[in-house]
Antibody, heavy 121, light 106 residues
């Protein structure tokens, strides 16, 4: 069974950067896209981008282009989300998520537990 | 853009719930999923491919629809089903979610 375990909560100042990790265990890491989805307090889900570790090239939601970097390290089966130039409206829970072999496509069977990032002066 | 309706559904345990998700463009390959999210929890995949249940999902959950109109039906609500439900299209990036439907206890 695939498990995704994320790094802990962060408190950041406006204008700074944050890097969140997502450690995968079970299943195959390299062949399935690791995606990042965020959820602001009381709001819905928003896809930020994703990466297939085997290929190493990430796709991003246009809204975040230039501020977000998604990477993956096959040797440690860990994916990373880095968000720069943080603003107060980046305060959210950030989730990593990936599909299973059974469902295919880009529906997300497996989710991390979420990482709360709070941006505050 | 995915538009879900209603915003809130007030029902009693044992009743049937019907949730709608309408896409602004045709989702031609049926690449539509439904998720359930309980407070403080990560979303859980219920349905993928518009109508296939994910692993371990009870058969009281069913998905239907094609083109631009999709439906999630919960045949008989159990206490644990009161939550927020999201649809997601994954036919073409960026993957997008609906704004959610909250199913609350009446």
């Amino acid at each position: 069974q695939v498990q995704l375990v994320q790094s802990g909560a962060e408190v950041k100042k406006p204008g700074s950067s944050v890097k969140v990790s997502c450690k995968a265990s079970g299943g195959t890491f390299s062949n399935y896209a690791i995606n990042w989805v965020r959820q602001a307090p009381g709001q819905g889900l928003e896809w930020m981008g994703g990466i297939i570790p085997e290929f190493g090239t990430a796709n991003y939601q246009q809204k975040f282009h230039g501020r977000v970097t998604i990477t993956a390290d096959e040797s440690t089966t860990t994916a990373y989300l880095e968000l720069s130039s943080l603003r107060s409206d980046d305060t959210a829970v950030y989730y990593c998520a990936r599909p299973s072999a059974g469902s295919g496509g880009n529906s997300f069977d497996f989710w991390g537990q979420g990482t709360l990032v709070t941006v505050s002066s | 853009v995915l538009t879900q309706s209603p915003g809130t559904l007030s029902l009693s345990p044992g009743e049937r719930a019907t949730l709608s998700c309408r896409a602004s463009q045709i989702v031609s390959s049926g690449y539509l999923a439904w998720y359930q999210q309980s407070p403080g929890q990560a979303p859980r995949l219920l349905i993928y491919g518009a109508s296939s249940r994910a692993t371990g999902i009870p058969d009281r959950f069913s998905g239907s629809g094609s083109g631009t109109d999709f439906t999630l039906t919960i045949s008989r609500l159990e206490p644990e089903d009161f939550a927020v439900y999201y649809c997601q299209q994954y036919e073409s990036p960026p993957w997008t979610f609906g704004q959610g439907t909250k199913v609350e206890i009446k």
